[in-house]
């Protein structure tokens, strides 16, 4: 495993992210607990140290299977990090609650580094506010208690809502949590972001590295390029190589859902993952046309899922979506996945109340989505 340096910390490079733990006949908030435990001991065992979980992930339940987990290994062996859940405004004025729930969750006495999760244009006033909510006093509070050692923030929002975050609390944050990928350098503007930070000293942790699995679901078209270049070098090692490659970037997050996933990046951030300028121009090139492409930029976060009122799978018939648009022609696969649904968990049961939205890092107009969705199936 490689690592870098944050302060006196070496972290490991890879990070492991609990978003997408195993889980139990597909249902999101049934963590597989035994398989979950058995990959949080074999990337210790393997070198990662750098663990991350949130409020939201798994509906809660991430926290708890990932405490538990890491419970079984010396505290000063592993890095958690935690975030205080802002993607929901709701939430705003109940981060003393909250804070003292993930702790107990996670069954520990402090976080080693914990986020402003997820400042976006949806609350970047409610950040911003400290005066009504306290959000970002208490949490610096926290730092002096010693209940949290690092404190940073995620961002999914624009440019310029990122830009307002770190000019009001740049100066009492250490870290940064970025979507950064090839596709996102530009067509999110990562690369701003990046220079941003660099400028301002603070560490750079990264999300979304393969964004939601998309990057490494390539077809043979968009591969040809890249084998021309590298012929054994997978989708995946790609994706992580441009990351790596980025000047300031430290620990890595990857979202695995199986032990084959934990083996394969481990395996892969044992290596050197450096690019040439010319593998890296031809990366950019394909992010640029992924991005260009129909569809919308879902990551399967499950944000939504928690505040659909009819219990949708959001991110599955978002998928489909995205496929169907992707075969204008010939499209089978969403009809056929559609028609082993019942009628009132497909796109046209969404009454269109918009609380999916509201939460939605990625800043989708789902029911305008699955309004489109429903019309295209019904024609």
Known sequence: MQYYDFQNLKLSALGFGAMRLPVIDGEDERVDEPVAAEMVDYAIEHGINYFDTAWGYHGGNSERVIGRALARHPRDSYYLADKFPGYDVSNFGKHEEIFAEQLERCGVDYFDFYLLHNVCELNIEQYLDDDAYGTVSYFVEQVRAGRIKHLGFSVHGNYETFSRFLEAYGD??????????????????????VEALRERGLAIMVMEPLRGGNLISLGDDDMAPLRALR??????????????????????????????????????????????????????????????????????????TSHCPIDLDIPRLLELYNEHLSRPSFGFIAPMALGAMPEDKQPSACIGCGSCAAVCPQQIDIPEALAHFAEMMSA
Not at 180 to 187: C, Q, R, T
Not at 255 to 282: C, H, P
């Open 172 to 193: 009492v944050m250490e870290f940064c949590q970025i979507q950064l990928n090839y596709m996102d350098w530009e067509f999110q503007n990562a690369r701003g972001k």
């Open 231 to 304: 012929p054994d070098a997978s989708a995946i090692e790609w994706a992580f190589s441009y990351v790596r490659g980025i000047d300031g970037v430290g620990t890595i997050l990857s979202g695995m859902s199986d032990m084959d996933q934990l083996r394969e990046n481990i395996a892969l951030f044992e290596q050197d993952g450096s690019l040439s300028n010319e593998e890296e121009a031809v990366l950019l090139g394909l992010g640029k046309k992924l991005a260009s492409a129909k569809g919308v930029p879902c990551t399967a976060c499950h944000y939504c």
